[in-house]
């Protein structure tokens, strides 16, 4: 608020305090005075300060009771102003008076207040028809002043309750916290409070919390823990929620339903000790999901719940059911992830072990086809000895797949050690594909040179370069029909070295390129008939690239072939 505005709120106040007229402004059925100025506190009764809260019927004589009420009930009624046409008397036999009543209408069209003129009869008549219309002026304009003035701080206040309850949603993405944060909202009025049930997963209801802005009170709720709980046929809250009521609830009278006798006899004992007014309930929806409802307890008992309570009511609902949801699909997501790591952690547990206890009689059978092969135990035939290679050619197969799932599980498990060095990159290229050259020629690949700067010089593991760069050789070769072409290139840039293989074989399809690292993951070609492998070679060698602080990428072209880059640091120079 301005100084300019608090200045004519001052100027208004001082104004009707002290002008000569006798008014007051009473509020509500009762015709209860909320205000008096000094002239009408004078004219009233001798103790003024027993005036304020009572009925201005009942503060003046037993003989105003039955005259003025229909006046003042009349005039709350039709919006009209009048005039009471009778004479009173005060309490103690003072002069007598005459009364006129102006109402002073809502937006909504209702009347709330009353400005009562009290008048003497043999002074106040003779007054000058201006000055009573000055004064009146006076009162109906503060008044509204007032209004205007209130309605501001409870926007302001509204505005700034909206704004830090959404910084405490947005603080945490823990569902206890976002709880919690939800649990001490309350609409800003003295003694406002709120009730906070939420749907569980099998549609039970909980009662989150019950917070209330006096220490004594909250301390009796809280007292009430686990024996105050949404029933189903509770007529506010969550339960009339659930029964399909509307976005929100207004109930005036609270106090039926808050003190049911269905519940327990200490629920009802310290509820009926807490002042309440109306309440009203809004729903916690989202994508038209009940997630629960928001019930807020207005501390007044004759305070009525207008649009600007609901508007606001319902802003801070809408947050707190948007965070709320955030925080549960974020607390799903972490289990989510933990259930998969510990499965992922149980599969790994379980390759490792299988894969030494294979392995174990695999070499037996190695070292048995060995000795055998030797002829220590007599001599063999052709076909004898034809066997035997199979038999370790298979034996080797099964062995390179159990090395596979070994590493593949040490390097998930991130127990591979590795050693770094510098490395010049153009003799690697050159001893890699030595590895592999009787391949190429045996499938009628064509192959020119390794192409790379002779001086070019990276850091890594040298083994498992080699093991990298033998598989992209590898399948290079085995996806690429007589004919095509093999590729071998080394690179730079600033910091990086770039070890190239590429071929203009069958290339890999789209929907492929995003999978083809993933363990157990095997590119399907119906041109080159049925390929051996479980799919293990590309996932591990992207790994151990990046276990050397580099990477392994892959692009292509269906039907023109791939080109598989190995990224790795440089060596400084």
Same mark, same amino acid.
């Given at each position: 608020?301005?100084?300019?505005v608090?200045?004519?709120q001052?100027?208004f106040?001082?104004?009707?305090?002290?002008?000569?007229?006798?008014?007051?402004?009473?509020r509500?059925?009762?015709?209860?005075? =909320?205000?008096?100025n000094?002239a009408?506190r004078?004219?009233a009764?001798?103790?003024?300060a027993?005036?304020i809260?009572?009925?201005?019927?009942?503060s003046?004589?037993?003989?105003?009771?039955?005259?003025?009420?229909?006046?003042?009930?009349?005039a709350?009624?039709?919006?009209?102003?009048?005039?009471?046409?009778?004479?009173?008397?005060?309490?103690? /036999?003072?002069?007598?008076?005459?009364?006129?009543?102006?109402?002073?209408m809502l937006r909504?069209g209702?009347?709330?207040?009353l400005?009562?003129?009290?008048?003497?009869?043999?002074?106040?008549?003779?007054?000058?028809?201006?000055?009573?219309a000055?004064?009146?002026?006076?009162?109906?304009?503060?008044?509204r002043?007032?209004?205007?003035?209130?309605?501001a701080?409870?926007?302001r206040?509204?505005?700034a309750?909206l704004?830090?309850?959404?910084r405490?949603?947005?603080?945490s993405?823990d569902?206890?916290?976002?709880?919690?944060?939800?649990?001490?909202?309350?609409?800003?009025?003295?003694?406002?409070w709120?009730?906070?049930?939420t749907?569980g997963?099998r549609?039970?209801?909980t009662?989150?919390?019950?917070?209330?802005?006096?220490?004594?009170?909250?301390?009796?709720?809280?007292?009430?823990?686990?024996?105050?709980?949404?029933?189903?046929?509770?007529?506010?809250g969550?339960?009339?929620a659930?029964?399909?009521?509307g976005p929100?609830?207004?109930? #005036?009278?609270s106090?039926?339903f808050?003190?049911?006798?269905?519940?327990?006899?200490?629920?009802r004992?310290?509820?009926?000790?807490?002042?309440?007014?109306?309440?009203?309930?809004? &729903?916690?929806t989202?994508?038209?999901?009940?997630?629960?409802?928001v019930t807020?307890?207005s501390?007044?008992?004759?305070?009525? &719940?207008?649009?600007?309570?609901?508007?606001?009511?319902? #802003?801070?609902?809408s947050?707190?059911?948007?965070a709320?949801?955030? #925080?549960?699909?974020?607390?799903?997501? =972490?289990?989510l992830?933990?259930?998969a790591?510990?499965?992922?952690e149980?599969?790994?547990?379980?390759l490792?072990?299988? #894969?030494?206890?294979?392995?174990?009689p695999?070499?037996?059978?190695?070292?048995?086809?060995?000795?055998l092969? &030797?002829?220590?135990?007599g001599?063999?035939?052709?076909?004898?000895?034809?066997?035997l290679?199979?038999?370790?050619s298979?034996?080797?197969y099964?062995?390179?797949?159990?090395?596979?799932l070994?590493?593949?599980?040490?390097?998930?498990?991130?127990?591979?050690?590795?050693?770094?060095?510098?490395?010049?990159?153009?003799?690697? &290229?050159?001893?890699?594909?030595?590895?592999v050259?009787?391949?190429i020629?045996?499938n009628?690949?064509?192959?020119d040179?390794?192409?790379?700067?002779?001086q070019l010089?990276?850091?890594?593991?040298?083994?498992k370069?080699?093991?990298?760069?033998?598989?992209?050789?590898?399948?290079?070769?085995?996806?690429?029909?007589?004919?095509?072409?093999?590729?071998?290139? /080394?690179?730079?840039?600033?910091?990086?070295?770039l070890?190239?293989?590429?071929?203009?074989g069958?290339?890999?399809?789209?929907?492929?390129?995003?999978?083809?690292?993933?363990?157990?993951?095997?590119?399907?070609?119906d041109?080159? /008939?049925?390929?051996s492998?479980?799919?293990?070679?590309?996932?591990?060698?992207r790994?151990?690239?990046?276990?050397?602080?580099?990477?392994?990428?892959?692009?292509?072209t269906?039907?023109?072939?791939?080109?598989f880059?190995?990224?790795?640091?440089?060596?400084?120079?």
């Amino acid at each position: 608020m301005n100084d300019e505005v608090r200045i004519s709120q001052d100027s208004f106040a001082w104004a009707v305090e002290h002008v000569a007229e006798a008014f007051a402004l009473t509020r509500g059925e009762r015709h209860t005075i =909320i205000y008096a100025n000094a002239a009408f506190r004078r004219m009233a009764v001798p103790d003024a300060a027993g005036l304020i809260g009572r009925p201005l019927d009942e503060s003046l004589s037993t003989e105003a009771n039955g005259v003025l009420r229909p006046v003042l009930d009349r005039a709350r009624r039709t919006g009209l102003g009048e005039r009471s046409g009778v004479i009173v008397g005060l309490v103690g /036999g003072a002069s007598p008076l005459s009364c006129t009543v102006w109402p002073d209408m809502l937006r909504n069209g209702d009347t709330e207040h009353l400005v009562v003129e009290l008048r003497r009869a043999s002074a106040d008549d003779m007054a000058p028809t201006t000055h009573r219309a000055v004064a009146e002026r006076l009162l109906l304009s503060a008044l509204r002043e007032q209004d205007a003035a209130r309605d501001a701080e409870v926007s302001r206040r509204g505005a700034a309750l909206l704004s830090a309850e959404s910084r405490r949603l947005s603080e945490s993405l823990d569902e206890r916290a976002t709880l919690a944060a939800m649990s001490r909202m309350a609409l800003p009025h003295p003694g406002d409070w709120c009730i906070v049930d939420t749907v569980g997963p099998r549609g039970s209801m909980t009662r989150q919390a019950v917070t209330h802005p006096e220490p004594a009170t909250q301390a009796a709720l809280s007292a009430l823990d686990g024996r105050w709980l949404p029933r189903d046929d509770d007529e506010y809250g969550l339960p009339l929620a659930a029964r399909g009521a509307g976005p929100w609830i207004i109930a #005036s009278d609270s106090h039926a339903f808050l003190h049911s006798a269905s519940h327990p006899a200490d629920v009802r004992d310290v509820l009926a000790g807490i002042v309440t007014g109306p309440l009203m309930t809004v &729903l916690l929806t989202v994508n038209e999901r009940l997630l629960g409802a928001v019930t807020f307890v207005s501390g007044e008992p004759e305070r009525l &719940l207008g649009a600007d309570d609901i508007a606001l009511a319902e #802003s801070l609902t809408s947050r707190s059911a948007l965070a709320l949801d955030r #925080s549960r699909l974020y607390g799903e997501a =972490i289990a989510l992830r933990a259930r998969a790591e510990s499965a992922n952690e149980a599969k790994s547990a379980f390759l490792g072990m299988m #894969s030494h206890e294979l392995r174990t009689p695999l070499n037996a059978i190695g070292g048995y086809v060995d000795l055998l092969d &030797l002829e220590l135990h007599g001599p063999l035939t052709e076909l004898q000895k034809q066997d035997l290679g199979r038999i370790r050619s298979n034996q080797r197969y099964l062995v390179g797949l159990i090395n596979d799932l070994l590493n593949l599980t040490k390097v998930a498990g991130g127990k591979l050690g590795y050693s770094i060095t510098d490395i010049n990159a153009c003799d690697l &290229l050159t001893e890699c594909v030595a590895l592999v050259h009787p391949l190429i020629g045996q499938n009628q690949l064509e192959f020119d040179r390794v192409r790379c700067d002779a001086q070019l010089t990276l850091r890594g593991d040298r083994e498992k370069i080699i093991q990298i760069l033998v598989n992209l050789l590898s399948n290079a070769i085995k996806f690429s029909p007589p004919g095509r072409r093999i590729i071998v290139e /080394g690179a730079r840039t600033s910091d990086r070295v770039l070890l190239l293989v590429a071929d203009t074989g069958i290339g890999i399809p789209a929907h492929q390129l995003d999978i083809i690292f993933d363990p157990f993951v095997q590119v399907k070609s119906d041109t080159l /008939g049925q390929q051996s492998g479980v799919g293990l070679g590309l996932a591990i060698s992207r790994s151990l690239a990046r276990g050397m602080h580099g990477d392994l990428v892959v692009e292509s072209t269906l039907g023109e072939g791939s080109r598989f880059t190995l990224t790795l640091p440089i060596a400084a120079t």
